[in-house]
Structure formats: structure tokens, C-alpha cells
T-cell receptor, first 115, second 114 residues
Framework: AQSVSQHNHHVILSEAASLELGCNYS??????LFWYVQYPGQHLQLLLK??????LVKGIKGFEAEFIKSKFSFNLRKPSVQWSDTAEYFC?????????????FGGGTRLMVKT | NAGVTQTPKFQVLKTGQSMTLQCAQD?????MSWYRQDPGMGLRLIHY???????DQGEVPNGYNVSRSTTEDFPLRLLSAAPSQTSVYFC?????????????FGSGTQLSVL
């Protein structure tokens, strides 16, 4: 079975600081990878996704993530965070062998950006 | 365009009571799913459906039933609520079974079981 680990449960940054959130998954086959974000009081929204091609993917609001197959990782980055990035971030994995019907989420990372 | 609509937004139950969480989507999506969100555990898949009349179990199906009689609706039933089912429940859908499409989430139902 696939699983996803997000190492940082809580992150506090000042505005303009750089962000990197770790995500590792355990599954030996081909996967699709996602980052979702949940702003306070809102439902989850897709930030970015990877399913093939360039392992560096760019998403909305200046976020990017790099898929490193040898490390089973898909870390999320942003060069300069803003107060409005305060949210909870979830990494998720779909194994292609089950037709992508069982998206597995990590435990989430709560990011607080201080002004 | 309403998207994915969940009702109710909040619910308090006593142990042993039953209830149904409603989920409806108006996007003609083939795939629908239910997740529960608990602190530190992210979202865990309860049940999913790849079309009307077809349902399957996710990671944590025990204590929950689902049905999919129409494309639009995917209700989640708690037959005998337990305090361990206190959680926030999200319904999500996407156009097809394909694994690279994003999920559209509802706004959630916060359930407390006393």
C-alpha cells in the first residue's frame, strides 16, 4: 500500500522567507503526485501536480515542487512567502496501478507566516 | 456553478445515533469520494465511487456505508455513531477515474459524536 510522510507538522516563517516543505512517499511503482492547500475556513484546492515529464513543476501563487524519483520525494518550495500563504498544505500520491482511485494524503503541514 | 455541495455543515450526534451526510455535485463527474480529516493524520479515504451503482472501500471504511444511485449524489451513512467518528468529513469529485486529474472538494461537514 502507498503511504505519504510529511515531516514538518508546523512551520512558522516571517514574510519574505523561503519555504520548503518535505514530502516522501512509499510506493515502488509509477505514481502521480499532488500538493493541495487548505486556507483557513476553506476547502482543499490544488496547488500543483506531477504525472510525467519535467520533474520540476510550477503551480499557482509562485509555488513549485520537484519530483526526485530516487529519493521518493516531492518537496514543495516557494522563494518568498507572504502572509496570505498561511494555510495547511497536504502532499498526496496516486498509484497508477489502481487507476488513481485511491489518493493517499500525508498528515499535512500547518504554515504560519508572520508579518 | 455550485460544484460540490455538502450538507449539513455542522452536526452533533449522540453515541449510537445514525445519520446521513449528503454530497451532491452538478458537474457530471464520474468519480466521487468521501474523506475524513483528523489532526496530524491528513485526509483518509473512506469510500469512493467510479460511477452510478459502483462503490468501493477506501482506507477506513468501517462504520460507514455509501451508495451511488445517481451520478450527482453520493451520501455517506453512519449506522451507529461512535466518538471515534468525530471528525471533519469532505466529499470530493473529479470528472473521470483518471489518476492525474484534480479533485474538487466540498466545504466539509464537522461532526461531533458525544
Amino acid at each position: 500500500a502507498q503511504s505519504v510522510s510529511q515531516h514538518n507538522h508546523h512551520v512558522i516563517l516571517s514574510e519574505a522567507a523561503s519555504l520548503e516543505l518535505g514530502c516522501n512517499y512509499s510506493y515502488g511503482g509509477t505514481v502521480n503526485l499532488f500538493w493541495y492547500v487548505q486556507y483557513p475556513g476553506q476547502h482543499l484546492q490544488l496547488l500543483l501536480k506531477y504525472f510525467s515529464g519535467d520533474p520540476l513543476v510550477k503551480g499557482i501563487k509562485g509555488f513549485e515542487a520537484e519530483f526526485i524519483k530516487s529519493k521518493f520525494s516531492f518537496n514543495l518550495r516557494k522563494p518568498s512567502v507572504q502572509w496570505s500563504d498561511t494555510a495547511e498544505y497536504f502532499c498526496a500520491v496516486n498509484a497508477r496501478n489502481n487507476a488513481g482511485n485511491m489518493l493517499t494524503f500525508g498528515g499535512g503541514t500547518r504554515l504560519m507566516v508572520k508579518t | 456553478n455550485a460544484g460540490v455541495t455538502q450538507t449539513p455543515k455542522f452536526q452533533v450526534l449522540k453515541t449510537g445515533q445514525s445519520m446521513t451526510l449528503q454530497c451532491a455535485q452538478d458537474m457530471n463527474h464520474e468519480y466521487m469520494s468521501w474523506y475524513r480529516q483528523d489532526p496530524g493524520m491528513g485526509l483518509r479515504l473512506i469510500h469512493y465511487s467510479v460511477g452510478a451503482g459502483i462503490t468501493d472501500q477506501g482506507e477506513v471504511p468501517n462504520g460507514y456505508n455509501v451508495s451511488r444511485s445517481t451520478t450527482e449524489d453520493f451520501p455517506l451513512r453512519l449506522l451507529s455513531a461512535a466518538p471515534s467518528q468525530t471528525s471533519v468529513y469532505f466529499c470530493a469529485s473529479r470528472p473521470r477515474q483518471g489518476s492525474n486529474e484534480k479533485l474538487f472538494f466540498g466545504s466539509g461537514t464537522q461532526l461531533s459524536v458525544l
